[in-house]
């Protein structure tokens, strides 16, 4: 439905997930709905027609992308909102990914929204980055040292979770 609703209101969006099986089932829905739509993954060929495509015509509101194929080397200043459907394990190529919107030529702002099932491993795994992104962005304004308690250090120093309880 959100799609939809963005389709629907003149901006363009760009989706990324990790997983072109989710991509696929995107695509059936689009399909179903009657809106229009680029899909790249790994399998994509001519890359270059599918992206101008999506950059020049108007009636192609969606671009459905793989986050490994499309996460670099992409100009798509026509989008106006980044959908990532789901969390990759290193945020920094999320980042790229969405980068792909925000180029030299974008003249619009640009909505990013990050999906997140309640309760999963996923929103975990948010968590723990979040608060590691939060110290070391304290490191990086030179706090006094002497103000770290020994939880800040353990939060810092712990690894990614390996096991779902």
Known sequence: AQLEDVAGS????????QFTSL??????????????FEHLDGRTRDRRKRVERFQRDADCPIFLISLRAGGQGLNLTAASHVIHF????????????????????QKKPVFVYNLIVAGSVEERMLQLQQRKQHLADVILQGRPSGSWTEQDIDDLLEPLPTEVD
């Not at 695509?27 to 809106?35: F, I, N, Q, S």
């Not at 969390?87 to 990914?97: C, F, G, L, S, T």
């Open 10 to 17: 003149g901006h363009k969006a760009l989706v990324f997930s």
């Open 86 to 105: 789901d969390r990759w394990w290193n945020p920094a190529v999320e980042n790229q990914a969405t980068d792909r919107a925000y180029r030299i030529g």
């Open 23 to 36: 991509l696929d089932i995107v695509r059936d829905r689009l399909t179903d709905a009657g809106v229009v």
